[in-house]
């Protein structure tokens, strides 16, 4: 059964750590009409944080208000008082002083390397080697969006042991450290998004949201902000605990061992090959597109439900496979499906795989938003330049699937002209 959330009220919260709004202030109006697509480039930016900030500081009435009792929706909905007293030095103009932690550096530049080397081996493996690894990289990806994101960060629908099981050890497959700290670098982020508080603070840059803050210590704020956060429903979930105690074995093996070895056992790949191409090229990219969410869909999009927000409508959405809807996402973060609309109305496989679930009787309370609901925050915070036009899910899905194939098309093609 699908849940939806949102009857309307006069005090409708946010879904996420931002600003609580007063209708009437003619100075934020003033200000909104401003951020509309009116400055370009890194003023964006500036004047974009400035009225956040500002936002969080000055206002004292709650236009939106959270529209669900669900205990466990607190995770993913609630805003904080606090949030309004984090300490921005974007805003304040600090001077950014980053801590080294070289051994990270050494060890992602060296994963880079190696992957870069393994694409290499392509036109000399054999060709299941590639679909296998390609595989691993769709199942890394369902524990991180299906599972570590909406089931544990967000806890947008429930689930039986069966499909947190699967999920969980997908998860590992994509070795993102594991659900409990990943779940609450995420929590933080989404409390505190493009503050200090925020572990991959977009307005830090690009690269820092990508990759860098894996780079450096974590700043003093987000280790602050990161104790006060409830993590209480993961610690009574016995998948998540285990999979956090045994984490290591179970990358050894899940990450390592059994992607590598399956090629050699089953259709005698070279160890070589294998090694580098089914554990890492495939997780090299696999990371990367994990990271586009942070970074690229923190940038380059529009924003249609809340343009205070950094987070945008990705312009490619299609290769982050569901998790691109971010403007969304961040405005309505209990949302099972990451976007308005449903697996068959946009490309979205994450929610195709909860939808499966679903059906299966595996999963359960799939929390969606009302179309009213969406509506009325479109009109009140959304960026109406952006109201717009919706492709039909034929466009979507043949584009979708079009561009998640294609690199396992052009390797395949590599491997087929190469090897002879
Ligand atoms: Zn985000
Ligand atoms: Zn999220």
Redesign the pocket.
């Known amino acids: 059964m699908v849940t939806t959330i949102g009857t309307l009220s006069t005090n409708e919260h946010l879904g996420d750590n931002h600003s609580k709004i007063h209708p009437n202030q003619t100075e934020y109006k003033h200000k909104m009409k401003k951020t509309s697509n009116t400055i370009n480039g890194n003023d964006t930016v500036r004047y974009r944080k400035e009225i956040t900030y500002q936002l969080y500081e000055t206002d004292t009435e709650q236009v939106v208000d959270v529209i669900d009792n669900d205990e466990q929706l607190k995770h993913?909905t609630s805003s904080d008082q606090e949030n309004r007293n984090v300490i921005d030095s974007n805003v304040k103009n600090v001077k950014r002083k980053y801590e080294y932690v070289w051994l990270n550096i050494i060890v992602m530049a060296s994963l880079h390397v190696a992957a870069l080397y393994g694409l290499t081996l392509i036109p000399y493996a054999h060709r299941a080697t590639i679909v296998w690894a390609y595989l691993l990289l769709l199942l890394g990806s369902i524990g991180v969006q299906a599972g570590a994101?909406r089931l544990w960060?967000?806890r947008t629908y429930k689930a039986n042991f069966g499909a947190r099981l699967f999920l969980s050890l997908c998860h590992v497959v994509a070795l993102q450290n594991d659900v409990y700290e990943w779940s609450r670098d995420?929590r933080a982020?989404?409390k505190f998004a493009d503050t200090d508080g925020d572990p991959h603070d977009s307005t830090k840059g690009f690269f820092f949201s990508h990759v860098g803050w894996l780079l450096v210590r974590k700043h003093s704020e987000v280790k602050r902000r990161g104790k006060t956060l409830d993590m209480s429903d993961l610690e009574r979930d016995g998948i998540v605990m285990f999979q956090r105690r045994w984490y290591i074995p179970m990358v050894a093996l899940f990450w390592g061992l059994i992607p590598m070895a399956i090629p050699v056992l089953c259709w005698n790949e070279l160890p070589f090959n294998s090694i580098f191409i089914c554990i890492f090229s495939r997780y090299v990219i696999a990371l990367n597109l994990t990271w586009c969410v942070n970074s690229w869909a923190h940038m380059f999009g529009n924003r249609p439900y809340d343009k205070r927000l950094f987070a945008v409508e990705a312009s490619i959405r299609h290769l982050l496979m569901g998790e691109g809807f971010h403007n969304y996402?961040?405005t309505f973060?209990w949302d099972y499906s990451?976007s308005e609309l449903g697996s068959m109305d946009v490309f979205n496989p994450a929610t195709a795989v909860i939808d499966f679930f679903h059906w299966m009787g595996w999963a359960w309370d799939l929390k969606k938003v009302s179309p009213a609901m969406i509506e009325k925050r479109k009109k009140s915070t959304g960026d109406s330049v952006w109201y717009h036009k919706r492709n039909t899910s034929f466009y979507e899905w043949t584009t979708g699937t079009f561009t998640i194939l294609s690199p396992l098309a052009f390797g395949l093609y590599l491997n087929y002209v190469l090897s002879g």
């Open positions: 993913s994101h960060a967000h995420h982020h989404h996402h961040h973060p990451a």
